[in-house]
């Protein structure tokens, strides 16, 4: 059963049928990445329907990663958020820069909701695509003009295979390991 409630009281971005649609898809997953967790928002639905565990990549610095004082306020959130998934081991906060973390796994589900700058989502798409597992699910958020982007990377990097839910872009890894073609 989907159940969001508990990750709609925490501030963000992702919508209710948003969060729904990450929720139906980590049901099916044994390990999923976010990258960008923010409040933990997107966070609560992937890990309140998981089975296994949701990393989670963030410098937790505040809108685009500025060093500021407020930085350890962000992450004191999140962690507050997401405490009890913290301490059952559903939920592994990695606080780094994604492109600097280097994990030894493959994902069934990678959540791209970082930067929203082209380079940037480009870099993230190749480094995070490389780890789904033939048959996982590689997206993101805010593919919409308001973050052009975003918009312009996922469509150069999958041009006309992407599928969407709202701002949600997403695509399925072949079971022969390539993603598919348009």
């Not at 296994?52 to 990549?57: E, F, K, R």
């Not at 350890?72 to 059952?88: C, E, K, P, T, V």
């Not at 469509?155 to 598919?180: H, L, N």
Request: proline share 5%.
């Amino acid at each position: 059963m989907i159940d969001v409630s508990k990750a709609m009281r925490i501030d963000g971005w992702t919508e209710g049928p948003e969060l729904e649609w990450l929720a139906r898809q980590a049901l099916l997953a044994r390990t999923v990445i976010e990258v960008g967790s923010y409040l933990g928002r997107s966070a609560r639905a992937l890990s309140d329907h998981c089975r296994g565990v949701v990393y989670c990549v963030d410098l937790w610095g505040g809108f685009d990663d500025v060093p500021d004082p407020r930085n350890d306020a962000y992450y004191n959130a999140f962690l507050r958020n997401l405490g009890d998934r913290i301490s059952d081991g559903a939920v592994v906060p990695i606080r780094t820069d994604s492109l600097l973390w280097a994990p030894d796994l493959t994902a069934d589900l990678v959540f791209l909701d970082g930067d929203h700058e082209c380079p940037r989502v480009t870099s993230e798409i190749l480094k995070y695509g490389a780890l789904v597992a033939p048959g996982g699910i590689l997206c993101g958020h805010d593919y919409s003009a308001n973050w052009p982007g975003v918009v312009e990377a996922v469509d150069r990097m999958f041009p006309g295979a992407v599928r969407r839910e709202r701002s949600i872009w997403w695509v399925k890894k072949e079971e022969d390991g390539t993603w598919p073609l348009c």
